[in-house]
């Protein structure tokens, strides 16, 4: 691994590791694999390898995924995605969750929401946005 050293005027030199350069895009997992990512949540692209290995920052840390489970997109999510639980999928999920819930696209907070809604605002970071239920997880 390599690492960049950057100064700024108000901080000393620190070295910057490759999951805090500019993300290459963002992917979340389509379907349930040999993964322990989270459905819905959108995580950025550190490095896509020729073996068919795509490298995404998960809370700051290099985790390799195969790029079969992968969507793939080049822009950071402006959305929330909206996530259906399989029912092989609720002994992983705590049981007073809804089967159905969004991810918000700043934060991957998961929250519930009412049937009718096209907008959410994330309880954690407050962010505002659509529902994305034409890209239902």
């Known amino acids: 691994m390599y690492h960049t050293t950057v100064t700024t005027p108000t901080s000393p030199s620190r070295p910057i ?11 979340r997992v389509g379907r349930t694999g040999a993964h322990l990512l989270r459905r819905g949540a959108w995580y950025p692209v550190v490095r896509i390898s020729s073996s068919h290995i795509v490298v995404l920052d998960v809370n700051r840390r290099n985790v390799p995924v195969d790029r079969r489970f992968l969507e793939i997109r080049y822009h950071p999510p402006e959305r929330w995605s909206v996530v259906r639980c399989e029912p092989r999928e609720l002994q992983r999920v705590p049981r007073t969750f809804p089967l159905t819930y969004a991810v918000c696209p700043r934060c991957r907070h998961r929250q519930a929401f009412s049937a009718d809604a096209r907008e959410l605002t994330c309880d954690r970071c407050h962010n505002g946005a659509g529902l994305a239920w034409d890209e239902l997880s």
Request: hydrophobic share 35%; aromatic share 10%.
């Open 17 to 27: 590791t490759p999951t805090r350069l500019q993300a290459k895009g963002w992917a």
